[in-house]
């Protein structure tokens, strides 16, 4: 059982500030790449940002230049430091983890619950 423990969303001004942090834990080999994607009503889920695990990275064009992804290999944690937030980026973030569970089995992706983040006055 995997399990991704999501935090740091929350109401934020526009041109505020944010930091997203996912936990992954449980029956993990290994973690390939992690990335967060976000949903928000009525609209499709997007990926936002992905990175692997020698750390390289991909954007979203929308969110370039304004989120920064990182990771902790050693405490399979990832990040995603927000800045410029615009009204346009409040959806649901949900934290995402390419992992095998043992050596045996082959990839699969794993789902954290979401983390809400509103940009708003």
């Known amino acids: 059982q995997v399990q991704l423990a999501e935090s740091g969303g929350g109401l934020v001004q526009p041109g505020g500030s944010l930091r997203l942090s996912c936990v992954a834990s449980g029956s993990i080999f290994r973690a390939n790449a992690m990335g967060w994607s976000r949903q928000a009503p009525g609209k499709q889920r997007e990926r936002v940002a992905t990175?692997?695990?020698?750390?390289?990275?991909n954007y979203a064009d929308s969110v370039k230049g304004r989120f920064t992804i990182s990771r902790d290999n050693a405490k399979t944690t990832v990040y995603l430091q927000m800045n410029s937030l615009k009204p346009e980026d409040t959806a649901v973030y949900y934290c995402?983890?390419?992992?095998?569970?043992?050596?045996?089995?082959?990839?699969?992706?794993?789902w954290g619950q979401g983390t809400q983040v509103t940009v708003s006055s």
């Open positions: 995402n983890v390419r992992a095998k569970i043992d050596v045996w089995r082959a990839e699969s992706d794993y």
């Open positions: 990175i692997t695990r020698d750390g390289s990275s």
